[in-house]
Every structure is written in C-alpha cells, then in structure tokens.
Nanobody, 125 residues
C-alpha cells in the first residue's frame, strides 16, 4: 500500500520555524520526485516546493524562496521542508505528494501520482 505521511506541523509565532517531514512507503522512493503543496482556507491548493529524485534539483514558489528549504534522505524514504521566518500567510494544510520521473519545475497538483493527508501549520501574528 502506498503511503505518504506528513508530520511536524503545529502552531508557531510569526518569525518562527518548523520542519515538516514526509515519510513514504509502498513504492520505489527514488523513482519519484516529491513536492510540498499547501491549501489555506478558501483558497486553491498551491505548489510550495519540489525536489528531484536524487535531490540534485530543487524548486520553490516565489512566496517561499529564501525562507523554505526542501531536502530528502533516500535511505530513510523521507523528504523534509524546513520553514523559517514564517508568516501568518503561510498558515495552511501542508501536503506532500509524489510524481514519477523527472521534474523541471513545480508540478501542478493534477500531475501528482500519490498524496498524503496533510499536516496543519498555523502561524500566529
């Protein structure tokens, strides 16, 4: 059974940091690029960051560049999202998702093969 399980969300003050984790199982992890997406109340789901299969290439939405860092450990089948300098507008449900093969930028939500159930990040002002 394919599983993507996010963790690490929580409540943090503006300017603070959180590190999200995405633990994968049930598929060949290093065949897949992994992306982080988020959905705020009343808004569409949007791409935040993506990392290639070997971790060589990373991509970020303009809104998080310089603040968020994505990384992966293929030995642990896990992807991380380090989020620094958090802002209230970063408040959302954060999902990780997997897409098979190569990526050349942030993939659209429609393109992803597998999804996790999300972890909630709340940033207070």
């Amino acid at each position: 059974e394919v599983q993507l399980v996010e963790s690490g969300g929580g409540l943090v003050q503006a300017g603070g940091s959180l590190r999200l984790s995405c633990a994968a199982s049930g598929f060949t992890f290093d065949d897949y690029a992994i992306g982080w997406f988020r959905q705020a109340p009343g808004k569409e789901r949007e791409g935040v960051s993506c990392i290639s299969r070997r971790g060589v290439r990373t991509y970020y939405a303009d809104s998080v560049k310089g603040r968020f860092t994505i990384s992966r450990d293929n030995a642990k089948n896990t992807v991380y999202l380090q989020m620094n300098s958090l802002k209230p507008e970063d408040t959302a449900l954060y999902y990780c998702a997997a897409i098979k093969g190569r990526v050349f930028g942030l993939p659209g939500t429609y393109a992803m093969d597998y999804w996790g159930k999300g972890t909630l990040v709340t940033v207070s002002s």
